[in-house]
Nanobody, 118 residues
Framework: QVQLVESGGGLVQAGGSLRLSCAAS????????MYWFRKAPGKEREFLSR????????YYADSVKGRFTISRDNAKNTLFLQMNSLKPEDTAVYYC???????????WGQGTQVTVSS
């Protein structure tokens, strides 16, 4: 089992930045991938980014490419999402997730709210 706890959400003006963190605990030594997703009211959950836990290979959705950066600190079992040039449409609950073997999340955090004001 892996437990995930997000933090770092909040209220920010358009054009601003936020850095989300996701602390992982439990069987983190066997993780293959970690992810960031978001869900806005009335919309489906949206994939944002993925990182290979061992080698750090990254992948981004077109909607955030160039504005968001995923990274991880293996020693601290922590995942990050640096979000720059935020827009009101980035307002959502942001979730981290983890996969232990395949490219498919097995575990989810509880989410952290990000609100971008215009």
């Amino acid at each position: 089992q892996v437990q995930l706890v997000e933090s770092g959400g909040g209220l920010v003006q358009a054009g601003g930045s936020l850095r989300l963190s996701c602390a992982a605990s439990g069987r983190t030594f066997s993780l293959a991938y970690m992810y960031w997703f978001r869900k806005a009211p009335g919309k489906e959950r949206e994939f944002l980014s993925r990182i290979g836990w061992k080698f750090g290979t990254t992948y981004y959705a077109d909607s955030v490419k160039g504005r968001f950066t995923i990274s991880r600190d293996n020693a601290k079992n922590t995942l990050f999402l640096q979000m720059n040039s935020l827009k009101p449409e980035d307002t959502a609950v942001y979730y981290c997730a983890a996969a232990q073997q395949f490219d498919r999340p097995d575990y989810w955090g509880q989410g952290t709210q990000v609100t971008v004001s215009s």
